[in-house]
Nanobody, 123 residues
Framework: VQLQAYGGGLVQDGGFLRLSCAASGRTFTDYNMAWFRQTPRKDRDFVAAITWNVGLTVYADSVKGRFNISRDKDQNMIFLQMNSLKPEDTADYYC?????????????????WGRGTQVTVSS
């Protein structure tokens, strides 16, 4: 399985960005897909997850109401629409895939990772 995230960049406080993640290498039936983020000297934090089949979603409290995760099954893509961005959202963002049923908020439970894409929100 290969995951490739892109779409990061520099945006002002209150702005928006849309991250994309291209998934390849197999079919993703029964997979859970997620976004995590990481800043220097901190662990990788859960942002949002979505089930591939049904599209059920879950979000970290810090992004609820501002971020939206979605997937396109035909294109094997997942997206993270980030609105009302804040400086504290600045991080490297990673997409991840979990080859097991059910959500997990822990990065240790994800089997595949893409390379990060950097998001910087200026105040």
């Amino acid at each position: 399985v290969q995951l490739q995230a892109y779409g990061g960049g520099l945006v002002q406080d209150g702005g928006f960005l849309r991250l994309s993640c291209a998934a390849s290498g197999r079919t993703f039936t029964d997979y859970n897909m997620a976004w995590f983020r990481q800043t220097p000297r901190k662990d990788r934090d859960f942002v949002a997850a979505i089930t591939w089949n049904v599209g059920l979603t879950v979000y970290a409290d810090s992004v609820k109401g501002r971020f939206n995760i979605s997937r396109d099954k035909d294109q094997n893509m997942i997206f993270l629409q980030m609105n009302s961005l804040k400086p504290e959202d600045t991080a490297d963002y990673y997409c991840a895939a979990r080859a097991s049923p059910g959500y997990s908020y822990s990065g240790y439970h994800y089997d595949y990772w893409g390379r990060g894409t950097q998001v910087t929100v200026s105040s």
